[in-house]
């Protein structure tokens, strides 16, 4: 920036700058200047709060809400402004909401701080200039002189001046030019706030500017005597000048002063210093005694420094008292606690650095409070602990509690339930210590561990395990070995300890009881590890498969097992591992492990089988024994022993086992006997034992050098002795006894073998039957021929009998067929004739299917449906009705407009009737003219005589008016010309263009042409702002284009009021109907709704804080259970209205969901790399929140629900709808609950399934038909449609619309041969009401042209639409292609229809025959004559009459010629026999019936409009009497004042009316303050110039006209209803002429004075 101002210097050398010029440079000086001002600002208050402020361009704004002025309050005077007193002090209500009343409050903290401190007032802003931004330069104007005056006294530091040493960018500037602008005010002279201040603060003026004078030039000198004997000059007023400092007040009050001088010549760097304030290069007397409070202060810092280096507490203590540290409460008793916490405090900082720099002046007032309070908090712990002692020896319990509960003892947390325990182990404790007093350390580890315990019992009682394990396992209890796998079992095991002691009388466990405890449950716990271990050893020796460690595992101690014995140790491993393989089946677990219980069962199984196993080798021996002695029954009973386990022993064959077993023995000694004592068994495991003979003793294992005894007879071989010998006894008894059954066997056989014959000899037939088939059909073929032989014979002898018999047996069944046939056919009829008609109507259906979807529908069908192109009496009914209803919709939506506006100005008026800014006869005389209006419903002023002005009978004006309806015929049939003057137009009168001219334009969209037509507009519009304005995709959401906002301004009219009614009524409804519905999501009003309700029910002031934070007031219960009701309801009514929404797409208006679909498909062609998600949330803004978001958060403002007139919505009801449309909003968006918000965080999920429905209903709302097909339009629509169109536009509106069009002609159209530039010279210059109206809006000559368009500018004229290029001669070369098609297609429809035909070829080769051309003759007749009766309005196109007087063979020779012209441009083919043009006419007979049908849902939906806009009318008019009685009663109120009021009132309102203009000189009005500046003229020529301020016949308005010189320069129309509003936005300034700046209260006051005796 300072680069720009020295080029821009260099450049004035050699360049010579205009006026305009040299006033822009010097506007963007004095920006730059206040720009940097703005930064000197920011950075002083940086430096006293320590935080980040924002930008200059942004600070103006961050002050408003008072905060950062609030914090600086506090920074200067703590005592007074306390941090609590700051309304929201995080700014977290302001980011959320903006601001709010309450942030006045800081500001007044502010003000009144400055105040406190003896600042002078005068520089003092007021609260408005903050919170309404009127005048926020004087806003920083107060806080330099502030930091001046503070920097004065030693309290802040030295604002910095830099000017020329920060840079702006040019849009910052130009932004601050503009803002500047819009204040209107002179800008503060921030250079003087020295002197000023030094006035204000000094007694002798003169005395102390002379001293300040000596001073300044000691200084220049250089010299440090001089210097410090001026500055102990008594009329300086100095005050606490060190000489020992002299020289340091020298150099720094040296720097000072040159660095003020640099900055004053760098700021006028081209002017010399005559006239201006000396105090520009001096220093003043505030800004000398800030730097000599600087030094001070700095000298006093390192004295401080010093002491703590050398660690003398007293030292320290005097350093610390010095004056100019000002510290507050420096005790002297308190030395040493300041000398250990500002020596840590230097070593911390020294430590940050990474060197030693003495404390700042805050940091000691820090230091020193913190050791205050730590002294404090000691004293206060000696005495806690002395009382506590006391307590514990008097032995109450109670009052004992109550000592340890005092937070001056900085104990840890005491329980009272637990006041014995304390008591009694406190006593103890107390007891055992020598000195019979317990000390802070003692009490402190004794208080916590029997916190702990406390709390160990208290969660036992509670049966809370959760609560028991983290107090046992605090380190505050003290317990040792808590283990955290044993935490159940120390549980149950402390149970049952407290229940025992409970039943003893004892409510508390001690600690030792507790550590007891502990560790019998440790070592419970560690004898099961180690059997674990054991386990773990055998499972390990078995996976070895080692007997001996097996064994050696077995008998570990640990493992607790029993009954091990060495010699089973082979057999322990089969047993344990056949377990093992037994468990894996059933778990299917290949690396399963045997538990405890289990080896122990194996254990046992192994040692009864060696026990069974020594039995059974017993008895085996004894058996051997007995046959070896040869005794039978001692054979037999030894067999039968049950330890052995033989089975099948019969005692009848005891002789023959005994005889068997001994055959079997000596068979064995005959091999050899090998005489060994051992013998093996084998079991059914699988297993071998081992039994010796001799000893008779077992094994398991295999004995060394074993040989099996090769004679003695083994278990299995005696078994299969006994069960041979007793199956040979078992069949021998039942040969005896089975001989019957025998006989019978042998009878079974025989017959089997016999049936075994049969069939053979029956498989053999069935291999020969076709043979035997063939025989027999040869027989059976022979019987029939000779049977047939004869019969034919027979008949062949009587042929002449047999047929007269068939003759009449046939004749006699037709017969009776018919008659029954006959007869069930009448019995039928109904059912046939219907049977017939719906095979006709299928027959027709499927036609008329072929006609809407055959790609090439044939010629027969056209045939069939050419008549439904052809208009009837109804069709012409139906199209007046129409048209009439258009116009009366039109009209009643202007009127409402109107009506609505009046009622708001009324609003205005009776508001500012209520702040007495304008008389009751005013409001009177406006509610009069309202009334007025509302009765003649605003078209008295359309009854003006039609044959005067721009409709009378002479050829001018009728050429101008054909030259209008061309005029906006074209404009309404080519959108881009609208499209480019919207953006041609600054965008306020662009909004007032669109809403104004435009919808009257397109009538509204009150017909499927208009609607199309505006639609075309639309898209283009948006296409055109798309591609030349929006760069990013977020503009579209924060830049609100002109066209969306527009599309929504005029979808919120009746029409789509009622799609938003229809939509959200239901809903919205039933939450206002609903009385105990009540959503509030914010925790702090929860909070105090709740305190309110506890105070009113019972009647005393609660004990809790009213004021708290969302967190606090999250921490009570029955607010979280309040917040999770307000949810629950709140999920459940949105999700209401959500599904509503969904469900009720179809219902948006087309229009709305047409222009989603473009704005979606022009973003996408522009950025094609925007993803679904962005391009959801930009249609989603458009279609919800914009749309329908304003309708649920203001019902009652959109017409949803029906509200009578002064009733409004209850606040709960607003506040539910917003947390509804809230929550919506949120979801259309994608958008989370985070931040302050996070107490709804439980909502998130439910959002985000929303988003996802929301994404849907944006979808199919986007996914619509184009206009063409939707509305059934294309561009043959003007030519066929009956009713031509018309407009109705007001007088004021024409001319705006021709004013326009001519100062943006080029622009719009480069193209001079383009058809606008032609219709425009056809119109000329902009008309006069005069030349509009005729003479009925010049019955006064003097009144001007504005005064006239005041007046007659909302009269309507209506306009019927003509397209002046359409109309060409028939043999032109250049014939408009779209004439000759729709001319060829009427033609043929004409002649199908009378001339039937294969094709079109044969229906044009071959003549029509008489009949044919009657009837065609008879029809054209007809609608000749039924255009003669059709008004002009709603007359065919002029070329369709003319064919229509053709015959058919006229008809066909032009159809001809008019096919091959056809064919040579292409259109047609004689190649598919001009299908193509077939195929046109059968579009236009679709589009027929679908325009049919849309103009009944058409005359519907208006029917339902107008009723809607009379129910609107209707409610007006309630307001209206609304408002007059609340002007009755205020009448009624002044009449009490007397009669003599109300003469004086009379009188001056005559006399208003005969009032004389005034004269003021601009150097009057200037002096009065009403005048502020003339732009380009200087105050010395103020005496030339004069304002003539002179009333007009309407009430409330003037002329002013300006003379300079006696030369009359130009005219302003003020309205006093303007200043009015002007006054009532705030706006302080305007301008006259646009180069005058008046104010506008002093104009309103100088005109009450003047006219209305005010």
């Given at each position: 920036m300072s680069g720009d101002r020295e080029s821009a210097a260099v450049n004035h050398r050699y360049e010579r700058l205009t006026a305009d010029e040299m006033d822009e440079q010097r506007r963007q000086n004095i920006a730059y200047q206040y720009l940097c001002h703005l930064e000197e600002a920011k950075r002083w208050m940086e430096a006293c709060l320590n935080e980040e402020l924002p930008s200059p361009t942004d600070l103006e704004e961050s002050l408003r809400n008072g905060v950062i002025l609030a914090k600086l309050g506090h920074y200067f005077a703590p005592d007074l402004i306390t941090l609590k007193k700051i309304y929201d002090?995080?700014?977290?209500?302001?980011?959320?909401?903006?601001?709010?009343?309450?942030?006045?409050?800081?500001?007044?903290?502010?003000?009144?701080?400055?105040?406190?401190?003896?600042?002078?007032?005068?520089?003092?802003?007021?609260?408005?200039?903050?919170?309404?931004?009127?005048?926020?330069?004087?806003?920083?104007y107060c806080i330099h002189a502030l930091s001046l005056y503070?920097?004065?006294?030693?309290?802040?530091?030295?604002?910095?001046?830099?000017?020329?040493?920060?840079?702006?960018?040019?849009?910052?500037?130009?932004?601050?030019?503009?803002?500047?602008?819009?204040?209107?005010?002179?800008?503060?002279?921030?250079?003087?706030?020295?002197?000023?201040?030094?006035?204000?603060?000094?007694?002798?003026?003169?005395?102390?500017?002379?001293?300040?004078?000596?001073?300044?030039?000691?200084?220049?000198?250089?010299?440090?005597?001089?210097?410090?004997?001026?500055?102990?000059?008594?009329?300086?007023?100095?005050?606490?000048?060190?000489?020992?400092?002299?020289?340091?007040?020298?150099?720094?009050?040296?720097?000072?002063?040159?660095?003020?001088?640099?900055?004053?010549?760098?700021?006028?760097?081209?002017?010399?210093?005559?006239?201006q304030d000396i105090y520009e290069e001096y220093l003043t007397q505030a800004e000398i005694?800030?730097?000599?409070?600087?030094?001070?202060?700095?000298?006093?810092?390192?004295?401080?420094?010093?002491?703590?280096?050398?660690?003398?507490?007293?030292?320290?203590?005097?350093?610390?008292?010095?004056?100019?540290?000002?510290?507050?409460?420096?005790?002297?008793?308190?030395?040493?606690?300041?000398?250990?916490?500002?020596?840590?405090?230097?070593?911390?900082?020294?430590?940050?650095?990474?060197?030693?720099?003495p404390l700042e002046k805050e940091e000691l007032q820090a230091g020193v409070d913190v050791a205050n309070q730590n002294a404090q908090r000691y004293i206060s712990m000696i005495q806690a602990i002395s009382r506590i002692n006391l307590a514990v020896k008097n032995g109450v319990a109670d009052q004992t509690v109550k000592e340890l509960m005092n937070p001056e003892a900085q104990l840890p947390d005491v329980y009272p339930f637990a006041a014995e325990l304390y008591q009694k182990e406190l006593l103890l404790i107390q007891r055992q210590n020598s000195q019979g007093?317990?000390?802070?350390?003692?009490?402190?580890?004794?208080?916590?561990?029997?916190?702990?315990?406390?709390?160990?019992?208290?969660?036992?009682?509670?049966?809370?395990?959760?609560?028991?394990?983290?107090?046992?396992?605090?380190?505050?209890?003290?317990?040792?070995?808590?283990?955290?796998?044993?935490?159940?079992?120390?549980?149950?095991?402390?149970?049952?300890?407290?229940?025992?002691?409970?039943?003893?009388?004892?409510?508390?466990?001690?600690?030792?009881?507790?550590?007891?405890?502990?560790?019998?449950?440790?070592?419970?716990?560690?004898?099961?590890?180690?059997?674990?271990?054991?386990?773990?050893?055998?499972?390990?020796?078995?996976?070895?498969?080692?007997?001996?460690?097996?064994?050696?595992?077995?008998?570990?101690?640990?493992?607790?097992?029993?009954?091990?014995?060495?010699?089973?140790?082979?057999?322990?491993?089969?047993?344990?591992?056949?377990?093992?393989?037994?468990?894996?089946?059933?778990?299917?677990?290949?690396?399963?492990?045997?538990w405890l219980d289990e080896i122990q069962q194996g254990i046992n199984t192994a040692n009864q089988d060696t026990e069974n196993v020594k039995k059974m080798c017993l008895c085996i021996a004894a058996i051997n024994q007995a046959v070896k002695e040869g005794k039978p029954s001692l054979t037999l009973r030894v067999l039968r022993s049950p330890d052995v386990s033989l089975y099948g022993i019969i005692p009848e064959c005891a002789a023959a086992y005994q005889s068997e077993l001994a055959y079997v023995m000596r068979a064995k000694v005959l091999e050899g006997n090998n005489q060994s004592p051992w013998v093996k068994h084998s079991l059914k495991d699988g297993g071998e034992y081992y039994f010796n003979l001799q000893s008779f003793e077992g094994t398991w294992e295999r004995p060394h050098g074993f040989i099996q005894n090769s004679i003695h007879l083994s278990k299995s071989e005696i078994q299969d002795v006994i069960s041979r010998v007793s199956a040979a006894h078992n069949r021998e008894l039942l040969w005896q006894t089975s001989l019957e059954f025998i006989v019978r066997l042998q009878a079974r056989m025989r017959g089997y073998l016999i049936r075994k014959e049969v069939l053979r000899r029956r498989n053999f037939l069935q291999k020969q039957l076709p043979a035997i088939i063939k025989m027999q059909a040869h027989w059976r073929g022979y019987k029939q021929r000779r049977a047939y032989n004869e019969r034919l014979h027979y008949l062949k002898q009587c042929c002449n009998a047999a047929v007269k018999i068939q003759a009449w047996t046939r004749m006699w069944l037709a017969r009776k067929k018919y008659l029954e046939r006959q007869q069930y056919f009448r019995k039928h009829i109904d059912a046939i004739v219907k049977i017939q008609a719906f095979f006709r109507a299928s027959k027709a259906r499927d036609d008329y299917r072929m006609l809407v979807h055959a790609r090439n529908p044939p010629l027969y069908v056209i045939q069939k449906f050419a008549h439904l192109l052809e208009q009837s009496d109804h069709d012409f009914r139906e199209e007046r009705e129409l048209l009439k209803l258009r116009e009366e919709v039109v009209k009643k939506i202007r009127s409402n407009q109107q009506l609505e506006n009046d009622l708001n100005l009324m609003d205005i008026k009776i508001g500012l009737l209520v702040k007495n800014r304008i008389t009751l006869q005013e409001v009177v005389s406006h509610c009069k003219k309202l009334t007025r209006k509302n009765k003649e419903q605003l078209s008295d002023l359309m009854s003006l005589d039609k044959q005067k002005g721009l409709k009378s009978l002479s050829k001018e004006n009728r050429e101008k008016l054909e030259a209008y309806q061309h005029l906006f015929y074209l404009l309404q049939t080519n959108p881009v010309y609208l499209a480019k003057l919207i953006f041609l137009m600054p965008q306020n009168k662009s909004t007032k263009f669109m809403e104004s001219v435009i919808f009257s334009l397109y009538n509204y969209a009150s017909d499927r042409r208009e609607a199309y037509l505006l639609l075309q507009?639309?898209?283009?519009?948006?296409?055109?702002?798309?591609?030349?304005?929006?760069?990013?995709?977020?503009?579209?959401?924060?830049?609100?284009?002109?066209?969306?906002?527009?599309?929504?301004?005029?979808?919120?009219?009746?029409?789509?009021?009622?799609?938003?009614?229809?939509?959200?009524?239901?809903?919205?409804?039933?939450?206002?109907?609903?009385?105990?519905?009540?959503?509030?999501?914010?925790?702090?009003?929860?909070?105090?709704?709740?305190?309110?309700?506890?105070?009113?029910?019972?009647?005393?002031?609660?004990?809790?804080?009213?004021?708290?934070?969302?967190?606090?007031?999250?921490?009570?219960?029955?607010?979280?259970?309040?917040?999770?009701?307000?949810?629950?309801?709140?999920?459940?009514?949105?999700?209401?209205?959500?599904?509503?929404?969904?469900?009720?797409?179809?219902?948006?208006?087309?229009g709305m969901r047409y222009i989603s679909r473009v704005l979606k498909d022009s973003l996408v062609q522009k950025f094609p790399r925007a993803t679904e998600e962005e391009l959801c949330k930009i249609v989603g803004n458009l279609l919800y929140y914009r749309f329908m978001n304003p309708a649920v958060v203001a019902p009652d403002g959109f017409d949803i629900i029906d509200i009578s007139a002064g009733v409004a919505l209850h606040s709960d009801h607003r506040r539910n709808l917003g947390s509804i449309a809230k929550v919506l909003q949120h979801a259309a968006a994608n958008k989370m609950f985070e931040g302050e918000h996070a107490h709804l965080r439980t909502m998130n999920e439910y959002l985000s399934d929303a988003h996802r429905k929301f994404r849907k209903f944006i979808w199919a709302a986007c996914a619509v038909p184009d206009?063409?097909?939707?509305?059934?339009?294309?561009?043959?629509?003007?030519?066929?449609?009956?009713?031509?169109?018309?407009?109705?536009?007001?007088?004021?509106?024409?001319?705006?619309?021709?004013?326009?069009?001519?100062?943006?002609?080029?622009?719009?159209?480069?193209?001079h041969s383009d058809p606008l530039h032609e219709l425009l010279e056809d119109l000329g210059d902009v008309p006069t009401v005069h030349s509009l109206l005729g003479d009925e809006a010049n019955q006064d000559s003097e009144s001007s042209e504005d005064c006239a368009i005041t007046q007659y500018g909302k009269v309507e004229i209506s306009f019927i639409l003509t397209n002046k290029f359409d109309r060409l001669e028939t043999n032109s070369e250049e014939f408009d292609f779209r004439r000759?098609?729709?001319?060829?297609?009427?033609?043929?429809?004409?002649?199908?229809?009378?001339?039937?035909?294969?094709?079109?070829?044969?229906?044009?080769?071959?003549?029509?025959?008489?009949?044919?051309?009657?009837?065609?003759?008879?029809?054209?007749?007809?609608?000749?004559?039924?255009?003669?009766?059709?008004?002009?309005?709603?007359?065919?196109?002029?070329?369709?009459?003319?064919?229509?007087?053709?015959?058919?063979?006229?008809?066909?020779?032009?159809?001809?010629?008019?096919?091959?012209?056809?064919?040579?441009?292409?259109?047609?083919?004689?190649?598919?026999?001009?299908?193509?043009?077939?195929?046109?006419?059968?579009?236009?007979?679709?589009?027929?019936?679908?325009?049919?049908?849309?103009?009944?849902?058409?005359?519907?939906?208006?029917?339902?409009?107008?009723?809607?806009?009379?129910?609107?009318?209707?409610?007006?008019?309630?307001?209206?009497?609304?408002?007059?009685?609340?002007?009755?009663?205020?009448?009624?109120?002044?009449?009490?004042?007397?009669?003599?009021?109300?003469?004086?009132?009379?009188?001056?309102?005559?006399?208003?009316?005969?009032?004389?203009?005034?004269?003021?000189?601009?150097?009057?009005?200037?002096?009065?303050?009403?005048?502020?500046?003339?732009?380009?003229?200087?105050?010395?020529?103020?005496?030339?110039?004069?304002?003539?301020?002179?009333?007009?016949?309407?009430?409330?308005?003037?002329?002013?006209?300006?003379?300079?010189?006696?030369?009359?320069?130009?005219?302003?129309?003020?309205?006093?209803?303007?200043?009015?509003?002007?006054?009532?936005?705030?706006?302080?300034?305007m301008k006259m002429f646009d180069k005058a700046k008046v104010n506008v209260n002093l104009l309103i006051f100088l005109l009450n004075k003047k006219f209305f005796k005010k």
């Open positions: 002090i995080g700014q977290q209500r302001y980011k959320a909401a903006g601001l709010h009343f309450r942030h006045t409050d800081n500001i007044n903290h502010w003000l009144s701080a400055m105040s406190h401190i003896g600042f002078p007032p005068m520089f003092y802003p007021e609260t408005t200039d903050v919170y309404d931004k009127k005048n926020m330069p004087r806003v920083i503070l920097f004065k006294l030693g309290m802040a530091p030295q604002i910095q001046d830099l000017y020329g040493k920060v840079n702006f960018t040019d849009e910052e500037i130009n932004a601050m030019t503009s803002e500047l602008d819009k204040y209107g005010i002179q800008m503060p002279a921030f250079s003087k706030i020295g002197g000023i201040l030094a006035n204000e603060l000094s007694v002798d003026e003169a005395a102390v500017h002379a001293a300040v004078i000596m001073i300044n030039e000691a200084i220049e000198r250089g010299v440090v005597e001089e210097t410090l004997l001026t500055l102990l000059n008594p009329n300086a007023m100095l005050v606490n000048i060190n000489k020992l400092l002299s020289p340091v007040y020298q150099e720094l009050l040296y720097q000072a002063k040159a660095e003020k001088s640099d900055s004053a010549r760098n700021r006028f760097p081209h002017h010399t210093f005559e006239g005694q800030g730097n000599i409070n600087k030094v001070n202060v700095h000298a006093a810092l390192e004295y401080v420094d010093d002491t703590l280096e050398k660690k003398d507490a007293q030292a320290l203590y005097l350093a610390l008292k010095a004056q100019p540290l000002s510290l507050r409460e420096v005790q002297r008793e308190n030395a040493d606690w300041y000398l250990e916490q500002l020596a840590v405090d230097r070593e911390q900082k020294a430590l940050e650095l990474g060197y030693n720099e007093e317990l000390v802070q350390e003692e009490l402190f580890v004794a208080v916590e561990m029997l916190s702990a315990v406390a709390l160990i019992n208290q969660a036992l009682e509670a049966r809370d395990i959760n609560g028991f394990w983290d107090n046992l396992f605090s380190p505050a209890a003290g317990l040792s070995d808590i283990e955290d796998d044993n935490m159940q079992r120390y549980f149950g095991e402390l149970m049952k300890l407290k229940q025992k002691s409970q039943v003893k009388g004892d409510s508390f466990l001690s600690w030792n009881v507790l550590q007891k405890c502990v560790n019998e449950v440790n070592m419970s716990t560690q004898e099961e590890h180690d059997k674990i271990l054991a386990i773990k050893l055998i499972n390990e020796a078995l996976e070895q498969k080692d007997p001996e460690k097996i064994l050696t595992a077995l008998l570990l101690p640990s493992a607790g097992l029993t009954d091990v014995e060495l010699i089973v140790a082979k057999h322990y491993q089969d047993a344990l591992m056949n377990l093992k393989r037994q468990k894996a089946e059933v778990t299917h677990d290949e690396d399963v492990v045997l507009l639309f898209r283009a519009a948006l296409q055109e702002e798309i591609k030349l304005k929006v760069d990013r995709l977020d503009e579209i959401i924060k830049g609100n284009p002109t066209v969306v906002r527009l599309v929504l301004s005029f979808y919120r009219n009746a029409r789509g009021q009622n799609a938003l009614r229809e939509i959200l009524e239901p809903v919205v409804k039933e939450v206002l109907q609903d009385k105990l519905l009540c959503i509030k999501t914010d925790p702090v009003d929860i909070y105090k709704t709740w305190i309110n309700q506890m105070e009113s029910q019972t009647g005393q002031k609660s004990g809790l804080p009213y004021d708290v934070t969302p967190e606090q007031a999250l921490t009570h219960q029955e607010v979280q259970r309040r917040l999770d009701i307000s949810v629950q309801n709140l999920r459940a009514v949105a999700d209401k209205f959500l599904n509503r929404i969904i469900a009720s797409v179809d219902k948006i208006p087309y206009p063409e097909e939707r509305l059934n339009v294309d561009k043959y629509t003007d030519m066929v449609t009956l009713a031509k169109p018309v407009i109705y536009i007001s007088i004021g509106e024409l001319i705006n619309t021709h004013k326009l069009l001519l100062e943006h002609h080029d622009s719009i159209s480069s193209d000759l098609m729709l001319s060829t297609k009427q033609m043929l429809v004409d002649v199908i229809r009378f001339q039937p035909g294969n094709s079109l070829f044969d229906i044009l080769r071959i003549t029509a025959s008489e009949d044919q051309e009657s009837s065609h003759y008879y029809i054209m007749q007809t609608r000749i004559r039924q255009d003669a009766r059709t008004p002009d309005k709603m007359k065919r196109n002029h070329s369709l009459l003319g064919d229509s007087k053709l015959s058919i063979e006229e008809k066909k020779r032009k159809i001809i010629r008019n096919l091959r012209k056809l064919e040579t441009l292409g259109v047609v083919s004689p190649d598919n026999q001009y299908q193509d043009i077939i195929n046109e006419i059968a579009k236009d007979i679709r589009n027929q019936r679908r325009y049919r049908q849309h103009r009944k849902m058409e005359i519907m939906r208006l029917r339902q409009t107008l009723n809607g806009l009379n129910s609107k009318t209707f409610f007006y008019e309630e307001q209206i009497d609304y408002y007059n009685q609340y002007i009755k009663t205020c009448l009624d109120n002044l009449t009490s004042s007397g009669r003599t009021d109300a003469k004086h009132l009379s009188e001056s309102k005559g006399k208003n009316k005969k009032q004389a203009s005034l004269h003021y000189t601009a150097a009057r009005l200037y002096e009065k303050g009403v005048l502020l500046e003339i732009e380009d003229l200087p105050i010395s020529q103020f005496k030339n110039v004069i304002f003539d301020i002179i009333p007009c016949e309407q009430a409330g308005t003037f002329q002013v006209k300006a003379k300079f010189l006696g030369v009359d320069m130009e005219k302003f129309q003020l309205h006093y209803q303007d200043l009015l509003q002007c006054q009532y936005e705030g706006v302080a300034v």
